[in-house]
């Protein structure tokens, strides 16, 4: 299999599953020391497997410490539960600083990338504002899930769960953007 097309995305799940299975058969604090063991640990394998860490998986794993390290101390795993919640706030308020700026990251890594732009770059700058409102709203739900809802459902959400939900978002995407292109071509 080539090196690139290997679902290296699949060992941001560990800490999470390492979580949710120590928290049903062990102590709150054996299943938060082997979250952050794991977060800390992926980074590594991310680094070993790709040769280098991606500047998202930095930011995991910094929350999944700290959030762990405050959960620990407080006694109280939703602290480590929220660690999706951050995340997706960070992200978003990234798009909405570049908004302000009146840049768009997407067209700022294709120029970088020296590729053709297949699309305008308002549409971008379109995609990006949806992007981020999805980034909150699925960053409300998973603090949502994680004060509420058991350590299982929280595992789903963040595992297959986002996948799923950032699918149904990009083929709404894709669509309206389809549409939005059509009505102004004419």
């Not at 058969?25 to 040769?51: C, P, Q, R």
């Not at 999706?84 to 700022?108: C, D, H, R, W, Y």
């Not at 770059?121 to 992007?131: D, F, N, P, S, V």
Request: proline residues 3%.
């Amino acid at each position: 299999m080539n090196q690139d097309s290997r679902p290296y995305f699949l060992l941001s799940f560990l800490p999470a599953i390492a979580y949710w299975l120590l928290e049903s058969y062990s102590t709150l604090e054996i299943a938060l020391v082997g979250g952050i063991i794991l977060g800390v640990i992926e980074m590594g394998l991310e680094k070993k497997f790709t040769g280098h860490v991606h500047t998202i998986s930095k930011l995991n794993v910094a929350l999944i410490v700290v959030l762990g390290g405050v959960s620990l101390i407080a006694k109280e795993g939703i602290f480590f539960k929220l660690q999706p919640t951050f995340t997706g706030l960070a992200l978003a308020s990234f798009l909405i600083f570049k908004k302000f700026k009146n840049q768009s990251l997407m067209v700022e890594m294709l120029t970088d990338m020296k590729q053709k732009l297949p699309m305008p770059a308002e549409l971008y700058k379109m995609m990006e504002w949806h992007l981020c409102l999805f980034l909150i709203g699925f960053a409300v739900f998973m603090g949502y899930t994680a004060i509420l809802q058991t350590t299982a459902v929280w595992l789903f959400w963040k595992t297959a769960g986002f996948y799923i939900a950032f699918g149904g978002f990009m083929l709404v995407e894709i669509l309206y953007i389809r549409w939005f292109a059509r009505r102004f071509k004419k």
